[in-house]
């Protein structure tokens, strides 16, 4: 075998973003590629990575991968390094552009374990090994077993640790168990990093290098002082951090992982395009998690605020800090007479499914008012719900069947109502002074059968937000009713 | 086949599994008690339709939740209860090869005709294990054994070589596999060259075993419908191939959801509709979470459509909804405000009638009472093409028939919604909805539907076929 001489003295540090790649008609996107760069590395990456499972690599010709990998290489030069994504499940085409990589300077190459044709671990061996001969950088391995079809086992990181080459692992899996065991095999030269957002404090905390994440493409800084809080021993520091973002990493890492991550950094004005097709919004991403993606940054302070004008009649009543998702909100809500928005936040028996109405209560909203409260036997009671600034009407669609049926409608659907309300208040969506001049119909269903309190609480909390964020901004729009008419998936609109 | 032949002492026994046999439902009262009249009458039913044997005890059977002292006692009434008319099958599988062997012996010390053994779960043996504990009720339980490959519940599975290992004991006389997996089953086919009987226990595949070469079945629904499935098999036996995918066909929601919806529940609930005492399932499966009631009335459309019970008729749509009397019906007046369009729209299937107008007038109002103040059995909700994603502009369907039943309204807010939105994007897409109507107006849609429609997607064709129609009379 040829002897050949890599540079071994990369090491990782701290924590790289897998890059999302910005796409235009002609491929990559140079400019807003660039522009999250910049954001990534003022943001406190200490290395980055083009062409990860994140940026879609699977979805890009050769051509494009070599322009995304010579861009990130410029862009970075002289301020982190970078390590290049560039697996294929075919081993020459993994190799071509891992030299491609080294030829644009890039320190180092990931490279995913082949996936679709599941091939075996001498199969798997084999191919690393080939790479590592061929490649003039080093290799670090990437175990992502949810897409790749094969889960790398710590005996087969045994084998191929020992190939002149390759320096590392990036584990995507989450299977602490199998990653604890690597680490406690490893010599210290090995370095592993952990490439899975949701377990990024147990990882780096059990001994990981550092960590290749999704969610660093939007906050960086947030792992980089996880890691040094752990460095100094401090665990519940650590535990705090990711514990702030514990949330919406589990939206990213579950819902469409790169098309969740780039839907953030448009919202906080990043901006970096759509995901390709067959990926799309209201998909993988459901609107749902989408919204609520939105609610997680504007939790974080990661949404710039803006200045919101509401219209009724003459009278222009303006939201100066109202949280302004980029892409997602008008500047003028034109007319307060009657807003209409619905939401549906999730599964099972705890389920809730809210049609929610907002206006001026001198306009049609004022038969909510009138009617609320009055009993007959032929409706479904519905309440103006007490202490509440802003006048709300509480109407559950459901028949009642049960005692604990009508505690979980009427105290604890009706107080997610009114938190939610008072959350949409305190959050400044709503102007003070419109508080006074609007009424809120919250029409709920809760299903006979729920049982879980607390996630009746949180669902019908998050429906009734969204529903009102829906109602004011005007989502969805046309267009995206026209484009969905056909591939709209009712639930219950088939055959059992 | 060979039939086989075995000693116990000096009497001689055989058993050939063929033909079609329920896992029988164990009837319980709501305390959890054994119905002894309900178990009767199933069997008698069953017996009645022509079954080849009896299971008692299998999954289906909720062997599970039974203590060993009243499996025994459940093996008695079966034998009083079949008294000789059909073989028995006892299932006598537990966790432990001990506890196995001696529920063996009990059923065949009372005079069942086989053994269906669970493979052991919980703690689960790897091969070697599964053999030993076969080999042993085989050698020592006095009955002919069935094994029995069920691994969505085991969590193990019997693998193919194991079988084949089996096969060679004189004493087992067939696999029961239930996993569905229909390259499973031919595998052991092909390896086994009959040297026991494969039988299909996963409804679903039924037609596809016995095509495939199985002579024998032990399912869940054939607590409901063992004639069913005998004709499929002597259609399919007699190379009546089509004939019998057609009856296949005719069965196959039916099984579906009997395996999807925890086999016991939904065969408890088809016996109960059909008249017969098949009382409740033990809990926890009893509480409505496993069946739910908009499914209980899905298996009900699937008997009628079977014959097994009679069809419900349901009264004809009603034609032209005139939209202002209805409202009116409703105690909403919407007055002759400007702008106010109204139109309607019919097919066989689907009428529906039409009002949009600005909602800053009358049928703002009319907007805001109906989600305000629902009406039972004519709730009104927003015209969705799925959750989160409403159509514009604003627009609400009511029921002018009242719903009545959680199947109703899974129709009315399944595909009527569905159809309906679609309807509204289709007049969206051609730019048929006036740029003005679009934030400025609002929609309300009433719409009745033949409740004796028994197709979603047509319903959903059907309702966005009678919403363009009445919509072609607003937006030109």
Known sequence: MEVKIVSEDYRFKGVYPALVTPFDEKGVNEKQY???????????????????????????????????????????????????????????????????AAEFGAAAALVVSPYFLKPSDKEIYDHFEKIANNSDIPIIVYNIPQVTGVPMHWTLIDGLRDIDGIIGLKDSSGDLVNLMTILVRKPENFQVMVGHDEVALPALASGCDGAILASANVFPDRYIKMQAALATGDLREAYIIQRSIQKVIRIFVNNGGGMAVKAALNMIGVPVGLARPPLLI??????????????????????????????????????????????????????????????????????????????????????????????????????????????????????????????????????????????????????DELVQDLVIVANVFVHPSAVNRMRVHINNFIAVRHALRRAIEGRQDVDEIIARKDSARHPFAYNP | MEAKIREFGDSLRTFKPEGVMPALVTPFTRDGDISEEGYQQVIDYTIKKGVTGVVALGTTGEFSYLRTEERKKLLKLTMKYVDGRVPIIAG???????????????????????????????????????????????????????????????????HSNVVEDLAEIDNIVGIKDSSGSVPYILELLQKLKGKMEVIIGADECFLSAVVAGSKAAIMASANVIPHIWLEIMKLAQSGKIEEAVKLQQSAQTFARMVLKYGAAPPVKAALKMMGIKAGRARIPLNTGGTLTPEIREEIRIELEKMGVIEKLQHSAIQKEIQILDFLKSQGIELGHSAGLLTSHGANDMVSVGVVAGPKSGSIGHAFVQLLSIPKIGHEALTVILEPNLAVKPSSLMIPTRKIESMRQASLFYGPVQSGAAKAIAAFLENDRVPKKSLTDDVVILALDIDLNARDRRELTNATQDAVENALAGIWR
Request: glycine fraction near 8%.
């Open chain 1, 34 to 100: 660039r522009n999250l760069i910049d954001y990534t590395i003022k943001s406190g990456a200490t290395g980055i990575v083009p062409c990860g499972t994140t940026g879609e690599f699977t979805s890009m010709r050769f051509e494009e991968k070599e322009e995304a990998i010579r861009i990130a290489c410029k862009a970075a030069k002289g301020r982190v390094p970078v390590l290049a994504g560039t697996g294929y499940a075919y081993t020459n085409d993994a190799i071509k552009l891992t030299r491609r």
């Open chain 1, 282 to 431: 209201g998909d993988t991403l459901g609107y749902d998690m989408h919204d609520e993606i939105r609610s997680c940054l504007e939790d974080l302070q990661m949404i710039p605020r803006g200045l919101v004008t509401f219209k009724m009649g003459n009278r222009s009543i303006e939201s100066e800090t109202y949280p302004k998702a980029v892409g997602m909100v008008p500047d003028v809500i034109p007319d307060l007479t009657l807003l209409h928005g619905e939401a549906l936040f999730g599964s099972g028996n705890e389920v809730a499914h809210v049609d929610l109405i907002l206006g001026i209560r001198d306009g049609p909203l004022s038969v909510a008012l009138k009617n609320a409260g009055k009993s007959s036997d032929d409706t479904h009671p519905s309440t103006i719900i007490k202490d509440l600034e802003l006048q709300t009407v509480f109407a559950p669609t459901v028949t009642i069947t049960s005692e604990r049926h009508k505690k979980m409608v009427y105290e604890v659907a009706q107080r997610a109502v009114s938190d939610a309300v008072r959350r949409t208040i305190t959050d400044t969506i709503i102007p």
């Open chain 2, 92 to 158: 006598t599988g537990q966790n432990s090869t001990r506890a196995t062997l001696a529920l063996t012996k009990y059923a065949a010390d009372l005079g069942c005709d086989a053994a269906l053994v669970i493979s052991p779960y919980y703690l689960r043996p790897g091969d070697k294990g599964y053999y030993e504990h076969y080999d042993a009720i085989a050698r020592k339980g006095n009955l002919p054994v069935i094994l029995y490959n069920i691994p969505q519940c085991t969590l193990g599975v019997l």
